[in-house]
């Protein structure tokens, strides 16, 4: 058997723990509680109906806006601004003027042109009035030269057709003899034509 010396100590020493875990239990199932007795404060809100009013108070504050709708505007032209009609961020509507460029330059250019213009219809002129009575001439000589060719070759058809009744020229000079004939009355036709015209 043991001592009783030995014992004592022992017996003291589970005492002392089963009491610190009692400590410990009794800590923990106050910790857990449901309700600890405090309660949020309550914050006071009021309540007012809604009114048309005019706003009493302005805030200023930092913001960054965008626009609902925003078109490039580029000109066709490229040319110094002359005049602003609108701010930036001001509201536009379709077909509205924005702003006038600068348009010394295009009269200058428009004046220039219509001057070159001018001179090239007075050109024109002056070519078609003087060449006019030579092409005239000229047309008129060529449809006196066809009709001379032709009045020669309906000559010459008259004799070779004597000449084959005769039996004196085979069938085929007459036939070209014909051709010819048409061809000339042909170019009869078109040299008075372009003479009448």
Not at 98 to 103: F, R, Y
Not at 105 to 118: F, I, M, R, T, V
Request: proline residues 4%.
């Amino acid at each position: 058997m043991k001592s009783a010396t030995t014992i004592a100590p022992l017996r003291s020493l589970v005492f002392l723990i089963s009491i610190f875990l009692a400590v410990i239990l009794l800590l923990l199932l106050s910790g857990c509680a449901k309700d600890s007795g405090e309660k949020e404060p309550a914050v006071p809100v009021e309540v007012v109906a809604v009114e048309k009013k005019t706003i009493q108070h302005t805030i200023t504050a930092e913001a960054i806006l965008f626009p609902l709708q925003q078109a490039a505007i580029t000109p066709k032209i490229s040319a110094p601004v002359k005049t602003f009609y609108v701010k930036r961020g001001t509201r536009v509507h379709k077909g509205q003027l924005l702003a006038v460029l600068e348009n010394r330059d295009l009269s200058a250019a428009a004046q220039e042109n219509k001057g070159s213009y001018s001179q090239a219809e007075a050109a024109f002129e002056t070519a078609t009035v003087s060449d006019l009575p030579q092409e005239v001439q000229k047309a008129q000589l060529d449809a006196q030269a066809a009709h001379e060719l032709f009045t020669a070759q309906q000559k010459i058809y008259d004799s070779r057709q004597e000449l084959f009744q005769q039996g004196a020229m085979p069938r085929k000079e007459l036939d070209q003899a014909g051709v010819d004939l048409t061809n000339a009355g042909i170019s009869t036709r078109s040299r008075r034509s372009i003479w009448t015209r």
